[in-house]
C-alpha cells in the first residue's frame, strides 16, 4: 500500500504537531482509495478527547460520525489518521497497534523537542496483533 | 427482525467488499453475533478474547449509542439500522494508564488462587483481576464508609489504595467502623486500618495521608489516584472531594448515611452529572445533624461502603451500568431501594456548559461555617452546678434536659426534666418565669439553642451546661455512662 500525500499537508500535519508540543496532535487524514494506494485531499484535524494524559489521543465516535457524513457530502472519506509522538521515533507504540483499526492508514510525525523531524506511515495487520510500515509518497506541488 | 449493519471503510474488506449487512436477531447482541458467525474475519477487529466487544468498537442503533441503551442486551424492530463506529485511539509510549493489556501487571499463582473465585467469572477474569492489581484508589475516611469498603476492595485485590484520615480509633467507633478493633483503640485510624487491611491481604499497598484534606492538599493527593471513594461525613468535604474530582476528572464514588437512610451514586463529570448538579446549594449550617448528633444505625455503612465498593470495582472492570447518572437511597426500617433519576445541570457552575468555578474555593465558607456565629449566652460549669443544686431547691432552680427521650434512657442528672429541645416552644407554660434555669444537652450546643429560644420567650436567668451531661459524667459522676 502506499499513502500519497501532497507536500503541503503533510507540513501543515508537522505545524501541527510542533503547535501541540509537548501534547500529541491528532486528525484524520480525509481523501479516496486510489488503485492499490490512498491519497489524501485534505486535512481533518480533530479534538483530542483524552485531556488526562498528554501522551494519548482519542477521537470519539461522535466526532467520526460528523465528520464521516461531513467528507461523504464532499465525495470524500476518511482514509486515515495522524498523530504525533512528542519527543519519540515515528514508529507505532503498543498502544498505537492495540487500537489500531485495518485499511486505515496512521501517519505518525515525531516532534522532537518541539520540532518535527520525521514522518511515516503504518497499517494494521489483518491478523493484527502488528503495523506494517507503508510507503508514504510526498506529492511536491507544482 | 431483519436488520441492517453497516460496516465503514475500513472493515469491507472482511465483507467482500459490501457496506452494508441484512441480518436477523432479536437484540443486538444475536445480531453481532450473527454478523461474527457470517464474516469470520471481523472476529479479531470487533471482538476480544472473551468475545466482548473491543473497547474501540462503538456501536449506534439508528441514531443512539447503544450503552446508553441496554448494551447488548438492546432489543432490535424490523428495519432498525446498526452502524459500526470507530473510536481511534493511539499514543506515544510515554506514559497513560495501564489500558494495555500487555502493560497490566501480572498475577502470581498465589494471586490467582486467591482471587480464584474472581477469575471463574467471564466479567472479571485474568484481565480484570490484573486491572484490579493495576489500580490506584484513594478513599477519604477511614470510618463507617471507609471501614467497609477499604477491607472489600484491599479483599477484592486493588493493587494500591489510599487512605486520608486524621482521627485515631474511639470506642464509640467499633460500632461500626469494622476496620478497626478493640485491640486498637487508641491508635491513629490510619495505621489500625492499613494492619488490618495488609493483613487481610498482603499483596495490597496502602498509602496513607495523615491530613485533613483542604483545598491547599487536595489537588496534589486525589491527582495520583484512578477513582476517590468519598466516605466523609460532613459537607465542606463532601464539596471539596466533588470539585477537586471534576477539575480532576477523576470518577467520584459517593455514599452517605444518617439514622436509618443511606444513599450512593457515582459522579463522573465526564459521563454524568456532578454532585453540585445534584445540590447546587449546601444546607444552613446546622440543619443536617452528623452521625454524631443524630446517630446511625451500625449496619448501615456496612450496606452503603459495600455498594460504594461495589460500584469501584465495577468502574474499574468497565462491567455493568454504574451509578453514573442514578442515585440509590436506601431506607433500613422498611429494607426498600428507591432509585432517582439524576440529570447533568447545564447551569452547574462547576461541570456544566458556563462553569464559574474553575479552582477549589473556602468550603467552609461555601458551607456558611463560621460566617454566622452560634448565639453564645451565659454558661455554668459542671462543677459550679453540682454546688448550686446542692444548695438551692428544685423550686428556685429547675434543670432542664433537652435531649431526645432515648438520650435520657442512657443517662439523666438527678432532679432534671426533661423537655426535648423541638417541644421546648410550645412547653414554656410549663416553665416558672422567677426561678432560675439551667439547660443541658449531651456536649453543650442544643442547650445554647434552648437558651435562645428562652431568652427570646423573656426568660432572664437561664445558663446552660457548659460540656453538657458528658462533662458532667467526667468530672463530677464518673459512674455515670458515657455515649
Redesign the interface.
Known amino acids: 500500500m502506499t499513502l500519497r500525500i501532497p507536500e503541503g499537508l503533510l507540513d501543515e500535519i508537522r505545524r501541527h504537531g510542533e503547535s501541540a508540543y509537548p501534547a500529541e496532535c491528532c486528525g484524520a487524514l480525509a481523501g479516496r482509495g486510489a488503485g492499490e494506494g490512498k491519497e489524501v485531499v485534505r486535512l481533518a484535524p480533530a479534538v483530542n478527547r483524552r485531556t488526562d494524559d498528554p501522551h494519548r489521543y482519542l477521537i470519539g465516535p461522535d466526532d467520526l460520525r460528523r465528520l464521516d457524513a461531513e467528507l461523504r457530502a464532499e465525495g470524500l472519506e476518511i482514509v486515515g489518521y495522524y498523530h504525533s509522538h512528542p519527543d519519540h521515533p515515528a514508529v507505532p507504540s503498543g498502544y498505537d497497534t492495540a487500537h489500531a483499526w485495518p485499511w486505515y492508514s496512521y501517519l505518525i510525525v515525531r516532534i522532537e523537542q518541539g520540532r518535527a523531524v520525521e514522518a511515516a506511515s503504518y497499517t494494521l495487520d489483518d491478523e493484527r496483533p502488528l503495523m506494517h510500515p507503508e510507503s508514504l509518497e510526498v506529492l511536491s506541488e507544482v | 427482525m431483519s436488520v441492517t449493519v453497516t460496516i465503514?471503510?475500513?472493515?469491507?474488506?472482511?465483507t467482500g467488499g459490501a457496506d452494508a449487512v441484512e441480518l436477523a436477531g432479536r437484540t443486538v447482541g444475536e445480531v453481532i453475533e450473527g454478523l461474527l458467525a457470517t464474516h469470520g474475519?471481523l472476529k479479531?477487529?470487533l471482538v476480544q478474547e472473551d468475545g466482548r466487544l473491543r473497547n474501540?468498537v462503538?456501536l449506534?442503533l439508528n441514531d443512539t449509542?447503544i450503552r446508553h441503551l441496554r448494551s447488548t442486551e438492546t432489543p432490535v424492530s424490523e428495519g432498525d439500522v446498526l452502524?459500526i463506529?470507530?473510536?481511534?485511539?493511539?499514543?506515544?509510549?510515554?506514559?497513560?494508564?495501564p489500558?494495555?493489556?500487555?502493560?497490566l501487571p501480572r498475577l502470581s499463582h498465589a494471586e490467582v488462587l486467591r482471587y480464584s473465585r474472581h477469575l471463574l467469572l467471564p466479567e472479571v477474569g485474568v484481565e480484570g483481576q490484573r486491572k484490579l492489581k493495576a489500580a490506584r484508589v484513594l478513599t477519604i475516611g477511614a470510618g463507617g464508609l471507609g471501614s467497609p469498603l477499604s477491607l472489600y476492595l484491599a479483599a477484592a485485590g486493588v493493587g494500591t489504595i489510599g487512605i486520608v484520615d486524621f482521627d485515631v480509633v474511639d470506642l464509640t467507633n467499633l460500632q461500626r467502623q469494622i476496620v478497626h478493633g478493640t485491640s486498637t483503640l487508641g491508635r491513629p485510624k490510619l495505621e489500625s486500618a492499613r494492619d488490618r487491611l495488609t493483613d487481610l491481604n498482603p499483596n495490597l499497598k496502602v498509602e496513607t495521608h495523615e491530613t485533613r484534606l483542604s483545598s491547599e492538599n487536595a489537588l496534589d493527593i486525589i491527582r495520583e489516584y484512578d477513582i476517590v471513594v468519598d466516605g466523609t461525613d460532613n459537607f465542606p468535604t463532601r464539596y471539596l472531594v466533588n470539585d477537586a474530582c471534576v477539575l480532576l476528572?477523576k470518577p467520584n464514588v459517593y455514599g452517605s448515611i444518617f439514622r436509618f437512610e443511606g444513599q450512593a451514586s457515582v459522579f463522573h463529570a465526564k459521563e454524568g452529572p456532578c454532585y453540585r448538579c445534584l445540590y447546587s446549594e449546601p444546607p444552613p449550617p446546622g440543619l443536617v445533624p452528623s452521625c454524631a448528633e443524630g446517630g446511625v444505625l451500625g449496619v448501615l455503612p456496612g450496606i452503603i461502603g459495600s455498594i460504594q465498593a461495589l460500584e469501584t470495582i465495577k468502574l474499574i472492570l468497565g462491567a455493568g451500568d454504574t451509578l453514573i447518572g442514578r442515585l440509590v437511597l436506601f431506607d433500613a426500617l422498611r429494607l426498600k431501594f428507591r432509585e432517582l433519576r439524576l440529570r447533568k445541570d447545564p447551569d452547574c457552575p462547576l461541570c456544566g456548559e458556563h462553569p464559574t468555578v474553575r479552582e477549589l474555593i473556602d468550603y467552609e465558607a461555601f458551607c456558611g461555617i463560621g460566617a454566622e456565629p452560634a448565639y453564645q449566652g451565659p454558661e455554668v460549669l459542671v462543677e459550679q452546678l453540682r454546688e448550686e443544686l446542692d444548695e438551692k431547691g428544685p423550686e428556685e432552680l429547675v434543670l432542664i434536659d433537652v435531649r431526645e427521650p432515648h438520650e435520657w434512657e442512657i443517662a439523666r442528672i438527678e432532679g432534671a426534666r426533661l423537655i426535648p429541645l423541638g417541644q421546648l416552644p410550645d412547653r414554656l407554660a410549663e416553665l416558672d418565669g422567677h426561678a432560675e434555669i439551667v439547660t443541658y444537652c449531651h456536649k453543650g450546643s442544643r442547650s445554647m439553642k434552648a437558651l435562645e429560644i428562652l431568652r427570646g420567650a423573656g426568660y432572664g436567668r437561664v445558663r446552660s451546661l457548659a460540656g453538657g451531661i458528658d462533662a458532667w459524667a467526667a468530672r463530677v459522676e464518673p459512674g455515670m455512662a458515657r455515649y
Open positions: 465503514p471503510t475500513p472493515l469491507r474488506s472482511f474475519g479479531r477487529h474501540f462503538n449506534y449509542d452502524t463506529v470507530p473510536s481511534i485511539a493511539g499514543g506515544s509510549p510515554g506514559s497513560g494508564g489500558a494495555l493489556d500487555t502493560e476528572g
